[in-house]
């Protein structure tokens, strides 16, 4: 699609899918109350499957304007680190039997979730955690969970400050309070229903575990009265109008409504989809102006438009065999010759401009020196085989996906320095 075709679509927020078993097949959904909010604030939502593999292909889910991650299983402990040994093997037991639904561990869901979350990180793109969201988002920046609240956060907590984080018999009914910090988003979009100089509101909750270490970049919004983080937010990456949001909050103001109605608790509960929503469409609008404003390279004549073509040709085919090892393809001489007479007859090139000709293998003139260069290269080939053969899936999958982005950059990169080259010598 040509880069002004852009500005006709909508933008587009990710949102992973969770598993569940109907009818003895697996089915991935996602809760509509996010589809709806997504859809109503102008942006469509992009479901991401949780297939196996998935993680691998997510370069395939571009153009990405936004990233919404909410619900799911407990989240592998070896992705932050937990001390597990400080529950038992009867506690960790009772933990599973008291949250089934969640303690089964879905590996694919994590290196998918956790690739997405790394990848607005890097680009800045808006990223809304609910719940699981939230504490993929922290964990992806380093920080740690507790494995369970119960067992391990409650019971240093003095008894009348402990929280009840989930209820299974009264699941959506449940509230409990949570204290509002100040000059934070939540504070701005819950101001009218603060009462006075108390800064609680009551949040629902359906969470065993939660934020035991927050990452160093994030700033807390809220707590229970147990002291466990509720809701955080990157303050560097919060400003909705210039396209950025970074933000997890641990409670589900989507699901925050009276009991058989679509009315919010608070009319502020739809405003971190609202605000989110505003980052998304501000970061599309960035990322096309940043496609459509290619600055007009030199108009040539056909003939030295045609010149210019052959001699980056010349180029390009030398990069690929010095990178490829097949220096004795005599039926390319021709063509390479174009290149290596650019490169002697042009006093005009300058120094610098020629160590970087020759460091891309524009020409392969000194055969001996080549060889020994492609030796180098197969013992460093050897060498990173076997690394890579140490690496795991995920890592090796992150690996693949930076170098094929880094690979991106370097080919545009390249045409346009040997283009301004060529434009520098016949102007």
């Not at 933000?247 to 109605?261: A, I, K, N, T, V």
């Not at 492609?374 to 992150?398: G, P, T, W, Y």
């Amino acid at each position: 699609m040509a880069a002004g075709d852009l500005s006709v679509i909508l933008p587009r927020v990710l949102i992973v899918s969770r598993r569940s078993v109907r009818k003895n097949k697996f089915v991935d959904f996602v809760g509509e109350y996010h589809l709806d909010l997504i859809v109503n604030y102008g942006a469509v939502p992009v479901i991401v499957p949780r297939v196996t593999g998935v993680h691998m292909m997510l370069e395939s889910f571009e153009p990405i304007h936004g990233v919404l991650l909410c619900e799911g299983e407990d989240i592998d402990p070896s992705h932050y680190e937990s001390d597990i040994a400080n529950l038992s093997a009867d506690e960790l037991e009772e933990i599973r039997r008291l949250h089934a639904s969640d303690t089964a561990v879905d590996r694919e869901k994590d290196a998918i979730e956790l690739g997405l979350a790394k990848l607005c990180l890097e680009r800045n793109i808006p990223y809304l955690g609910i719940c699981r969201g939230s504490q993929i988002l922290n964990v992806a920046c380093g920080g740690t969970l507790y494995q369970d609240i119960g067992k391990e956060h409650e019971k240093h907590v003095p008894e009348n400050q402990r929280v009840v984080h989930m209820d299974y018999d009264n699941y959506d009914g449940h509230r409990h309070p949570v204290r509002i910090v100040e000059n934070t988003p939540l504070e701005q979009w819950f101001s009218d229903s603060l009462d006075g100089g108390r800064k609680d509101i009551l949040v629902n909750s359906y969470h065993h575990q939660g934020v035991k270490r927050l990452a160093q970049r994030f700033v807390p919004m809220a707590f229970a009265a147990d002291g466990l983080i509720e809701g955080f937010y990157d303050p560097d990456a919060y400003n909705p109008e210039e396209g950025k949001f970074i933000m997890g909050l641990q409670f589900h103001p989507e699901r925050m409504r009276h009991q058989d109605s679509d009315e919010f608790d608070y009319p502020g509960c739809p405003f971190a989809y609202k605000e989110f929503a505003k980052a998304v469409i501000a970061y599309q609008k960035k990322l096309n102006n940043s496609l459509t404003s290619v600055p007009k390279l030199l108009k040539l004549d056909g003939e030295m438009e045609r010149k210019r073509k052959i001699i980056i040709r010349s180029f390009s085919l030398a990069r690929n065999i010095y990178e490829g090892g097949n220096g004795n393809n005599h039926s390319k001489e021709s063509e390479l010759e174009a290149g290596a007479e650019f490169l002697e007859s042009n006093t005009a090139l300058s120094l610098q401009q020629e160590t970087r000709l020759k460091q891309m293998g524009a020409t392969v003139r000194n055969a001996s020196s080549y060889m020994e260069k492609l030796r180098m290269n197969e013992k460093r080939e050897n060498l990173a085989r076997n690394v890579m053969n140490k690496m795991s899936v995920e890592q090796l999958s992150d690996l693949m996906s930076f170098y094929h982005m880094m690979g991106q950059i370097c080919s545009e990169v390249l045409e346009r320095k040997l283009t301004g080259i060529v434009n520098e010598l016949t102007s």
